[in-house]
């Protein structure tokens, strides 16, 4: 049936979108770093999963379980021994998003050039659990049922964590507003490093999961960026709910335009929904509104 | 418990605050009366660490100095500020805001007894505790941002103008909580446009002018002072004062 053909699959890719787009949720929306270098930890986090599958016949969900941890001491120690000190050099808020930008967009460069150095332009892909099975009357493959479940789950987890424990809404109440979180005692300079920490487990996680079932390349990254940037404005900046419910949304329209219209189009049409979303709320989905 | 002295701080050449003494004792409610701009806010973000104070002054609370300290180790030693223009987190709700008064480590023994006292002092939260706190009106607004500052099991709560922008029952029903939270233990120290309202309240009072002590004394002979009759209470219009002219 067509209206699950394209469904199942936008699903599937929303659910990455979303996954990915919380992560960055976390990093610019609480530890208000606008790290460019986003889509490119996503992209070595594919590599990593691709190299481990290859080369030592892991699965890529052990490849999960391992990335998440590593990939947030790595986000954390950069926090902590250059983006802390940049933020505490800069003199206000301008300032300090000209310096984070500076920063992530050199990271860029390097994680890139260390993965066009090992692996060259081409696309890679691996095949797991690539079995076909058929879901309401819609045909596809494991992988990405699995790939789904998982985002689901992560998803989920995270949700409940920052909207029902005293640490999430703490983490939250520093996205609202940094100023009061100090005067109900929270350490607000060690809360954004576990925020941005997490959220680049969370991208590593999205990394692993894309990979099982898209083909990916060294020099893709800046797509994902992209991509997780606008769900979180399309969501509304810091808005949890917000960047879950867009990031599904454009996995659909995604898919509904590559499927009924042309597959060279979906670029336009994620930039359709995001000025769509944007005139009609302009802060966004989920933002409050502007007063 | 709070003994302030020599504390200076300026905002680039403008110096904001100049050597600046202030005591509070346990249980005390301190008022402290300037003009707008003479400092006041400043002095309550020095003592909160919000600001740097210059090097030299000596903010010790409780025996030892706390000049040096950050915000949230300050929150942790038990002083809380609710600040100008109330610092509530607008987008969480009520019962959240006051959840997050419980952050500091200090205050999570008790964190339930605590919650049914402020919501004993602010009855009308307690239906209100689901609504995000940005939907609610400016005296609900102080009603949160006190209870959530309570909630940190403060031994000084310092409060920035929790009348301005209140209708005059609301402000009543503040004033009025400030005296059951002293009567708790908790010691007071306020910057309030309502001085008569606050000198009802206080037991002592400091004038601040242009960042500068200029005097302090018991409030109940502050009231009866012809100077701050003048300066603060608003009788220099009066026909008596006209007429003695
Ligand atoms: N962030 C700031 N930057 C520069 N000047 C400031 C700042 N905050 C306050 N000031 C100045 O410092 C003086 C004292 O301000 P403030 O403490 O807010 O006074 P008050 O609360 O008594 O009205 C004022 O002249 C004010 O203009
Ligand atoms: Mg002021």
């Known amino acids: ?8 699959p936008g699903l599937v890719l929303g659910g990455m979108y979303a996954l990915i787009a919380l992560g960055l949720t976390l990093q610019y929306g609480v530890a208000r770093i606008m790290n460019l270098s986003y889509g490119e930890s996503l992209v070595a986090a ?7 599958y290859s080369g030592l016949k892991l699965s890529p969900l052990l490849a999960l379980v391992l990335a998440i941890p590593a990939a947030a001491l790595l986000n954390w120690l950069l926090y902590r021994l250059l983006l802390q000190r940049l933020i505490r050099r800069s003199k206000d808020r301008g300032a300090q998003e000209v310096d984070s930008i500076l920063v992530t967009f050199g990271v860029l460069f390097v994680i890139q050039g260390v993965m066009l150095v090992a692996f060259g ?17 819609s045909t596809l493959a494991v ?8 985002a689901a789950l992560i998803g989920t987890a995270v949700y409940l964590a920052l909207t029902r424990t005293r640490l999430g809404t703490a983490v939250r109440a520093v996205a609202v507003d940094p100023n009061a979180a100090q005067l109900v005692g929270i350490d607000v300079g060690q809360l954004a490093g576990l925020a941005f920490a ?23 990254g800046v797509v994902f960026t992209m991509k997780a940037l606008v769900v979180v404005i399309m969501g509304g900046v810091g808005n949890v709910m917000g960047a879950l419910v867009a990031g599904l949304l454009l996995g659909v329209v995604e898919t509904a335009v590559a499927r009924l219209v042309d597959p060279g189009l979906t670029l336009a049409a994620t930039f359709a929904l995001f000025l769509a979303v944007l005139l009609i709320r302009p802060t966004g989905l989920f933002g409050k509104a502007a007063s | 418990m709070l003994e302030i002295s020599g504390l200076s701080h300026a905002y680039g050449k403008h110096q904001a605050l100049a050597d600046v003494t202030l005591n509070v004792a346990p249980r005390e409610i301190i008022a402290i009366l300037g003009a707008n701009g003479a400092g006041k806010s400043t002095l309550l973000k020095a003592i909160a660490g919000l600001i740097r104070p210059r090097a030299g002054a000596v903010i010790r609370f409780d025996g030892s100095d706390i000049a040096q300290l950050l915000p949230h180790q300050i929150v942790e030693r038990g002083i809380a500020l609710v600040p100008e223009g109330r610092g509530v987190f607008g987008d969480l709700t009520v019962a959240e805001n006051l959840q997050l008064g419980a952050y500091p480590a200090r205050a999570r023994d008790g964190e339930d007894a605590r919650l049914a006292h402020v919501l004993a002092l602010f009855p009308r939260l307690t239906e209100r505790m689901g609504q995000a706190v940005r939907t609610m009106s400016g005296g609900e607004q102080q009603m949160v941002a006190i209870g959530r500052a309570l909630m940190s099991r403060p031994q000084l709560l310092m409060l920035d103008e929790p009348s301005l922008g209140l209708s005059p029952l609301l402000s ?5 909580a400030l005296k059951t939270i002293r009567g708790d233990g908790v010691g007071i120290l306020m910057v309030e446009q309502n001085a008569r309202a606050s000198l009802d309240i206080a037991d002592r009072v400091y004038l601040i002018e242009q960042g500068r002590n200029a005097g302090d004394g018991a409030a109940s002979e502050m009231k009866s002072n012809a100077d701050i009759q003048r300066a603060y209470l608003g009788q220099s219009r009066e ?5 003695s002219k």
């Open chain 1, 1 to 8: 049936m067509l209206l699950f053909d394209i469904l199942l």
């Open chain 1, 46 to 52: 594919a590599f990593g999963t691709l190299s481990l």
């Open chain 1, 121 to 137: 332009g081409q696309y890679y892909s691996y095949s797991y659990l690539s079995i076909p099975v058929t879901v309401l009357g």
């Open chain 1, 143 to 150: 992988n990405r049922l699995v790939a789904l479940a998982f």
């Open chain 1, 198 to 220: 997490f959220g680049g487990g969370l991208v590593a996680a999205g990394g692993v999961l894309v990979s099982m079932f898209l083909t990916f390349n060294a020099s893709m």
């Open chain 2, 172 to 176: 009543r029903e503040v004033f009025r």
């Open chain 2, 239 to 243: 026909p008596a004062t006209s007429k």
